[in-house]
């Protein structure tokens, strides 16, 4: 059988994707393989192509063990021999899985790393034929990463336990060049062939908000998307708690995940949201590497990341069905506070030195700024994105909130003497200088008993801005100190007058603000047509997503292991009539067309039926 022989039949697909095929192409001649490529860019096929067209049976490590069991049941689905071995096995299903191994029944085996030196699996090894070792979310090996493992370390001895070295394949979705680097160090990959597809991913809007009031604007963004799966992710497990409480008293069918759950409650929600029960998930950074729910539409930051490889992997979740997501992230002063401490105080990595922390900190540091500067950048934010990552692209997306917003210039001279004389004033009374807290507070016309104790509402300037929120108070005196006005003196951590503030005060100087005005958040309709190739019914697709629900209740599996929304967005497009015009659909493989055929023909006809 040919390569696209395997794509068609198995999986349904009629061409192969950008890189696919420089990667299969490469392992079946026996390299090894490198596939850099988005999340939802396609890597899977990459090697589970080649894992049927070669003698013997295919290693899959992959450190999720959730994720297994669903890979497993959606290869199944098509009719591939696939199972896991993971700790979730109790020990009489891990023996019957192993006997089925040595009988040659599978043609993939996923595994998670630290399984690869339990006693009897490397026995149980050293009997096959392994033509192959893939290692998914290669970036796992890397301790400059996201998400180090250090039993990842342990794969390349593994490897060298085998009686005959397999081809090795690695895959990430992680850009950076320094982890590149230590993939192909740290798994001996030999001349492997390397594929780094763009990271562009056209079908995801990108918004970034600065709200004052983030839970107001959460809940009435997510009222705004009812019916649709979406992911928001916040900083601390205290936040999850609270927003997902707060959601589910609208009767918004919430669920939540961090890792102060008991594993019992993480799988049950994680099942919920897997299978829709509760389409949205709340939850900490812990959920959801390599989360394969291919209909979520939205991914809602509450909280800025500490990285913009995290950002974009978290937010990558979104729309891998290519079908146009939103990728939002509500940005607060406070964000940034929450981020440095996480990096001072999280991450304790045992086994790191003192020195490799150090080093981790300060590159930390750096990621961080670049995180931030994305939130208060006010020019394309696909194009910082991908920028960062390397990658050339236009001045303009079209197709996130700076691109569809005005930036204006605001003239902010006037509050900006208040700002500088109430900050001078307040030094004239007391002799000395005070925080940004403080001057805030007595601009404000605060009554807190700081403020009266001393005396500090006797100030001409006291109240001079009542109206401003204290949101609004942090933004101006951060273009204060931006246009080197003011500056934070970091002993005492207090605010001081530069000679630049003369400037201002005395000379006439004009201080202007950038303020952006977004003209629409939603999703522009270049994005919507990424996949239309015709007009869709809305009514039908509804239909045809009962039918797919039916059906994965009946088997017991997450809906998009039966069909992916990309999948029935086409036949409600094309209106197939009979089983060969079904299997045309893009998604649908021979063993899918001969399930599900009958029971999406007929849907297709009633609603074609209610149209007449
Ligand atoms: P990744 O592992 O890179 O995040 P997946 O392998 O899960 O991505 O693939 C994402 C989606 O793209 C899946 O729904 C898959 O069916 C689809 N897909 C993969 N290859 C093709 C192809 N050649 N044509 C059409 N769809 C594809």
Redesign the pocket.
């Known amino acids: 059988m040919s390569k696209e022989m395997v ?1 068609q039949r198995y ?1 349904g ?5 950008p890189g ?1 095929e420089t990667l299969i192409d490469g392992i079946l001649a026996g390299r090894d393989a490198m596939g850099i ?9 990459c090697y589970q192509i080649p894992a049927l067209l070669m003698p013997g049976v295919t290693l899959v490590i992959s450190p999720l063990i959730s994720l297994m069991k669903d890979q497993v049941a959606a290869l199944n689905g098509v009719g591939i021999p696939a199972a896991f071995l993971n700790s979730s096995l109790d020990e009489e299903a891990f023996r019957t899985v192993c006997r089925q191994i040595r009988q040659g029944m599978h043609k993939l085996i996923y595994v998670a790393p630290e399984r690869l030196f339990q006693e009897g699996f490397l026995a149980l090894v050293r009997g096959l034929t392994i033509p192959l070792v893939a290692v ?1 979310e290669a970036h796992c090996i890397s301790q400059w990463g996201q998400d180090f493992r250090p039993s990842y370390l342990k794969i390349t001895e593994f490897v060298d336990q085998l009686p005959q070295r397999p081809v090795v394949a690695a ?1 990430t ?1 992680t850009a950076t060049r320094a982890v590149q680097q230590d993939i192909r160090q740290r798994l001996a990959l030999r001349d492997p062939v390397t594929v780094v597809t763009g990271f562009d991913r056209p079908n995801l809007y990108f918004g970034v908000y600065r709200p004052e009031q983030k839970r107001s604007l959460l809940l009435s963004l997510v009222e705004e998307r009812r019916g649709k799966s979406g992911i928001i992710y916040c900083s601390t497990r205290a936040r999850v708690e609270g927003v997902c409480d707060q959601l589910c008293r609208r009767g918004i069918p919430a669920t939540r995940y961090h890792a102060g759950l008991e594993e019992e409650e993480r799988r049950r929600n994680q099942d919920d949201f897997q299978f829709d029960r509760k389409p949205i998930m709340v939850a900490t950074n812990a959920f959801g590497m ?1 989360i ?1 729910k ?1 209909n979520v539409s939205y991914v809602i930051h509450y909280n800025m990341p500490k990285s913009l490889e995290a950002y974009y992997q978290e937010a990558g979740r979104a729309g ?3 079908e146009p997501a939103e990728c939002l992230l509500l940005f607060g002063p406070g964000d940034v506070e929450t981020a440095r401490y996480f990096i001072q105080n999280g991450g304790e990595n045992e086994e790191l030195t003192e020195e490799e922390r150090a080093q981790v900190q300060a590159q930390d540091t750096r990621r961080l700024e670049a995180m931030v500067g994305y939130c208060r950048t006010t020019g394309c934010l696909r194009a910082y994105l991908l920028d960062y990552f390397g990658q050339g692209h236009p001045d303009r997306c079209d197709n996130c909130s700076n691109c569809r917003s005005q930036v204006i210039q605001t003239d902010i001279t006037r509050q900006a003497q208040m700002i500088l004389s109430c900050v001078k004033r307040i030094r004239d009374k007391l002799g000395y200088y005070v925080g940004s807290g403080l001057v805030s507070a007595v601009l404000r016309g605060s009554r807190a008993q700081r403020v009266l104790d001393l005396g500090l509402d006797s100030l001409s300037t006291y109240g001079l801005l009542k109206g401003t929120s204290e949101n609004g108070m942090r933004r101006y005196l951060e273009v204060l100190r931006e246009k080197g006005c003011l500056y934070t003196e970091p002993e005492h951590n207090t605010l001081r007058l530069t000679p630049q503030a003369g400037e201002v005060l005395f000379r006439g100087a004009k201080v202007t603000m950038t303020v952006v005005r977004a003209l629409d958040t939603a999703p522009s309709s270049a994005a919507k047509e990424t996949r239309a190739d015709g007009p869709m019914d809305s009514g039908l697709m509804e239909a045809l997503k009962a039918t797919r629900l039916r059906l994965a209740r009946l088997e017991g599996v997450p809906v ?1 292991v039966i069909f ?1 929304n ?1 999948t029935l967005a086409d036949m409600a497009r094309r209106m197939p009539q009979s089983r060969e015009e079904f299997l045309s659909i ?2 649908v493989g021979e063993k899918k067309a001969k399930k599900y055929a009958a029971a999406f023909l007929e849907t297709l006809r009633q609603g074609a039926e209610e149209e007449e």
Request: overall charge negative; glycine content about 20%.
């Open positions: 794509l999986f697909h009629e061409t192969f994707r696919q490529m988005p999340t939802g860019g396609g890597k899977s096929l998914d895959f979705a390599g394969d291919s891998r069905d290519g998009y992916s990309a893009s998604g």
